[in-house]
């Protein structure tokens, strides 16, 4: 199966050739752009991409270069020999000619090819090149699953430098054959202006090709749409997103560095705007627009949800970011609206879910580590973006998870597994109740991983009141920080579960395609 899986992407890529041909990669961000005697004729630009696949439904993502409608044809063969058409809705200008569709009625357990083009607005004979694409729906029945999981693209002026291959870390986990992807958060960088050339200290250069909405921080609608386009200018990430699903959450740096709801720029000369609140509403937008996320018409802000996959597997993606309260000293001895991490409605809808969750293992896709100290002020060391608050008892942020673990174990909840980024270091952590200062919750592990393409930092100081262990971490050598992609300290995780025996394997990789660790975990 993973043999004929590969030879169906090859050819997809093979396909689609014509798509990397266009690639002109100018400063204007926009690829495909199609010449003056061919205005009439839509393009698609920044290729393909499908996320929140289900057993049943997906959601499925194309940009055009002028006004035009969306059209998919979908089949379960590559050669579409038996469509079924969606018209899509309308590529315009309020959304940057973005536009996604919900795929529903699909097989499950099967291979779904979907065919897009886009029809032209100015001239309804006039239509663009399709393109094809792939997923593959959840099973309805168990079977082996690989998924693969990391965070952080673009980040601490690390950007696309062709030379050295682009974003190779999605190569590396194209090469798994996966199910699909995880992306943990900093999907993008907002707040990371790019510089053109950037010396190295081995005496080499690292050239990004810049655009003009990263040679900024983002602030208006164009420039935060304009940074999730630009890590679609690059070939790995292209050829990633046409034949792997995404399912993707957010952290900091889709808005600014350590945003909390509230907060205002008044020491960032960057910024014009100073309401976090402000970008945080844009930046929304923008990921919404630019991301294959399924939307919820009760809260269309809403980006915590969870996915069904097939009867092994459900994940349940958190948003750590838009209920917090304000960064602080983290040391409240009691709860309140200042120690909101998660907040209650959300905290609410996760307990309910893992409750009815019948799924043999329960993925918590976090945006951030629970149990490793991340300071907002790093020189002070006195306020803290993270839950980590120091060790010791339930504190501040600390007790929204406390009440969450506790839930957990009073409830019976069985083979809960956390995976996130967030820190530019991989690591396995084992929390252990024997080894923590609160012990109401059963053991779990949490396993982190990236960057995929972003600065390389770490380790983080540990925070025992939960008791995390480190089993394994790989990071930078001591008084080494923001190493660059081409010191190959990038890192992904991988994930299988056995059809059969439902034991979880979670692998800790580089992108070199070398494993550093693995565990098999058995369900309960």
Known sequence: MIRRLLATRRQLLKS?????????????????????????????????QSGDVDMTSATVWARADQPATMLIDWDTTQSLTNPR???????????????KQGLTGLPPGQDIFYQVSFQSLDDPGAYSEPLVGHFRTAPATRRDIRFVWSGDTAGQGWGIDRDRGGMRGYGAMLATNPDFFIHSGDTVYCDDPLEAVVPLDDGTVWRNLVTPEKAKVAETMAEFRGNFLYNMLDDNVRAFNQTVPMFAQWDDHEVVNNW???????????????????????????????????????????????????????????????????????????????????????????????????????VIAADMPIGLVVFDNWRARDTFENV??????????????????????????????????????????????NQAQFQDFAPFWEFVSGPIHAGTFG???????????????????????????????????????????EVMTVGLMNIAGETLYSVDLEPA
């Open 85 to 99: 058409r969606i018209i899509g809705p309308d590529a315009l200008a309020e959304t940057g000619f973005t536009a």
């Open 16 to 48: 689609s050739a014509a798509l990397s041909a266009v690639v002109s990669g100018g400063a204007s961000g926009l690829i495909g752009a199609p010449s003056i005697a061919q205005a009439a004729r839509p393009s698609i630009t920044h290729g393909l």
């Open 388 to 433: 980590a608050n120091g060790d010791g008892p339930v504190r501040g942020r600390e007790f929204d998870i406390a009440d969450l673990l506790s839930f957990i174990h009073r409830n019976t909840i069985t083979n809960t597994v956390w995976l996130t980024a967030d820190v530019h270091y991989t690591a396995a952590h084992y929390y252990d109740p």
């Open 260 to 362: 909390y709801p509230g907060e205002q720029l008044v020491d960032d000369d960057r910024y014009t705007v100073k309401s976090v609140s402000l970008l945080a509403a844009r930046a929304n937008r923008a990921f919404r627009q630019c991301i294959p996320i399924r939307e919820n018409p009760a809260d269309p802000r809403r980006i915590y949800r969870k996915i069904a996959y097939g009867p092994s597997l459900d994940i349940f993606f958190l948003d750590m970011r838009s209920y917090r309260g304000p960064n602080g000293a983290n040391d409240q001895d009691a709860p309140s609206a200042d120690t909101a991490f998660l907040g209650a409605e959300q905290l609410r809808w996760l307990k309910q879910e893992l409750l009815a969750s019948d799924a043999t293992w329960k």
């Open 459 to 501: 380790p983080n100081e540990l925070d025992n009141t939960f008791g995390p262990q480190v089993m394994f971490q790989s990071a930078p050598p001591e008084g080494q920080f923001n190493l660059p992609p081409s010191a190959g300290l990038q890192f992904f995780g991988q994930v299988d579960i056995d059809r059969d025996t």
